[in-house]
Nanobody, 121 residues
Framework: QVQVVESGGGLVQAGSSLRLSCVASGLTFSPTAMAWFRQAPGKEREFVAAISERGIYYTDFVKGRFTISGDNAKTTEYLQMNSLKPEDTAVYYC????????????????WGQGTQVTVSS
């Protein structure tokens, strides 16, 4: 049974840091990428960052503040989030798979249930 579990979310003040973790288990294939997406209330899920065999990618609004890391097997990943802003408030989801396009959520096979990040001003 495949499980993808995120952890590390919470309620913090603007300017604070959080570190999200994601662990995928039970996979029957070797993923080539893991990614973080987020979804704020009333908005669509959006790409945040990905780590893959092709490299590391960030969306523009987190560059310089967030750092993604993970293991070579692409079954464990982390998202270090610094200088958090209220607009970073969202549910953060971890996805894993063999995506053709790293920024497209539908390219990832498995997802976790998400972890809530709330940043107060």
């Amino acid at each position: 049974q495949v499980q993808v579990v995120e952890s590390g979310g919470g309620l913090v003040q603007a300017g604070s840091s959080l570190r999200l973790s994601c662990v995928a288990s039970g996979l029957t294939f070797s993923p080539t990428a893991m990614a973080w997406f987020r979804q704020a209330p009333g908005k669509e899920r959006e790409f945040v960052a990905a780590i893959s065999e092709r490299g590391i990618y960030y969306t523009d609004f987190v560059k310089g503040r967030f750092t993604i890391s993970g293991d070579n097997a692409k079954t464990t990943e982390y998202l270090q989030m610094n200088s958090l802003k209220p607009e970073d408030t969202a549910v953060y989801y971890c996805g894993t798979g063999i995506p053709g396009r790293l920024t497209r959520q539908y390219d990832y096979t498995y997802w976790g249930q998400g972890t809530q990040v709330t940043v107060s001003s």
